[in-house]
């Protein structure tokens, strides 16, 4: 295992019924470290470019309005293993599937309004990271 860093977004639905702290504490509970942050309103642009891996998707439409409908958080956070523990801190896509504790099964509210992003895989993140931040906004 080694530190690594991922992207993270807090959603719409999130941010609009004030659960950024309470999701922000389960990432540092699981011991990860939030080396950057800023609240946004994401443009219609940057939604689409952000999910543009998702165009020929029939939800891609829905997705990019529900991602532009209010704040989000974007994030980077960093530790061991960090693109896998906070896939495993969020939880399933689907909240119906999520596991017990995790961020979807507490606070989602549908499979699209599911509270967090979190990257895939270290190619993803990287590009995901570079998409909302500038290396100097990285203070660990
Ligand atoms: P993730 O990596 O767990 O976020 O899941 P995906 O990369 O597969 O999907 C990206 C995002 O698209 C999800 O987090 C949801 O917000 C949304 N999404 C995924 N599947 C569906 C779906 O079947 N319907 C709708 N409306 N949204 C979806």
């Known amino acids: 295992m080694a530190i690594e860093r991922t992207f993270s977004i807090i959603k719409p639905d999130a941010t609009k019924r004030n659960l950024t702290g309470k999701i922000i504490s389960k990432f540092e509970d699981a011991g990860l470290r939030i080396v950057a942050s800023k609240r946004i309103q994401m443009t ?7 999910y543009a891996v998702h165009k020929e998707r029939p939800f891609y439409g829905d997705l990019c ?4 409908s209010g704040p989000v958080v974007v994030q980077v956070l960093e530790g061991e293993d960090g693109i896998a523990k906070n896939r495993e801190v969020m939880g399933a896509t689907n909240p119906a599937d999520a596991a017990a504790g995790t ?14 992003h979190g990257s895939d895989a270290p190619e993803t993140a990287a590009e995901e990271i570079k998409f909302f931040f500038t290396d100097d906004e990285l203070v660990g």
Do not use: D
Request: aromatic residues 12%; without cysteine; negative net charge.
């Open 44 to 50: 219609k642009a940057q939604a689409e470019g952000f």
């Open 65 to 68: 309005s529900f991602m532009t």
């Open 103 to 116: 961020i979807r099964a507490e606070f989602a509210e549908s499979i699209e309004a599911n509270s967090v």
